[in-house]
């Protein structure tokens, strides 16, 4: 079963023909809200809404543990992250979807491993990668199949939020490598690979970063919004995509 957390502009998948809904309990804690179990043409899928249904969690307060733990103790196979960002780059316009391929980590004092605790060994998980690459590969080709541009690499810059940051943060990212921004990234992936699941990101960029382009002099909530709303639209085609290609025969 394939699971998509969804974040901000996508708190539920209209496409997903919902057969029950469960609240979990975990060792860490609750998941961000119940989770939601269903079909997308015929195949099961699995969504949480990350801030919650009421969109009430900010980045910093998700149950990032919880919500892993909940989707692979349910047999999720996949995770499927969509968050949206802001653009670092002059390329990345407001509206585009990218499928990054790198994260740097900027968060604090988020519980991000399973791996502490008394009765833990020590472990260190291979990062080098932070997204499964077949994963990744599949989304690029379901993007393809139902002609959806997307960018096909980016490296995600994971801050710490619930402010924006400003205009020097994004510099320094940029010097950093960084092409987009956002807050939920981390530490999301390394907890999916923790527990061995495969786990990828759709971006839908919002905005851009703080300084850049019209967000020179300020980021407007508002326009966000709206920008979110629409392209939501695409990424739910994209998952749906995405399940159907899946597939032994590529329908
Ligand atoms: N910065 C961080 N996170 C975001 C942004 C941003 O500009 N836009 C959407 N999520």
Redesign the pocket.
């Known amino acids: 079963m394939l699971a998509v957390i969804g974040g901000?502009g996508l708190s539920q998948l209209a496409n997903l023909d919902v057969s029950h809904r469960e609240v979990l309990r975990t060792p860490y804690g609750e998941p961000s809200g119940a989770i939601t179990f269903g079909q997308i043409c015929g195949r099961p899928v699995a969504f949480l809404a990350r801030h919650g249904y009421g969109h009430t969690i900010p980045?910093h307060e998700v149950n990032y543990r919880a919500n892993i733990w909940a989707l692979w103790k349910r047999g999720a196979v996949g995770i499927i992250s969509v968050?949206?960002?802001?653009?670092i780059r002059a390329d990345l316009r407001p509206g585009d979807v990218v499928i990054p391929h790198q994260i740097i980590d900027y968060t604090w004092g988020r519980k991000s491993t399973y791996h502490e605790g008394q009765q833990c060994t020590v472990t260190h998980i291979d990062f080098t990668e932070p997204y499964d690459r077949k994963l990744r590969e599949q989304l690029l080709a379901a993007a393809s199949a139902a002609g959806i541009a997307v960018s096909s690499s980016a490296v995600y810059a994971a801050?710490q939020?619930p402010r924006?940051?400003t205009a020097a943060e994004?510099n320094r990212l940029e010097r950093d490598g960084a092409d987009v921004?956002?807050?939920t990234g981390m530490p999301e992936a390394a907890l999916a690979r923790e527990l061995a699941i495969p786990y990828a990101a759709i971006s839908v960029?919002?905005?851009?970063?703080?300084g850049r382009a019209d967000?020179r002099d300020g980021?407007s909530f508002e326009a966000?919004q709206g920008v979110l709303h629409e392209s939501m639209g695409h990424v739910r085609t994209l998952i749906e995509k995405m399940v159907g290609c899946s597939d032994q025969n590529g329908t």
């Open positions: 901000s980045p968050a949206s960002v802001g653009s801050t939020g924006l940051e994004i921004v956002g807050m960029v919002a905005n851009y970063a703080a967000s980021i966000i």
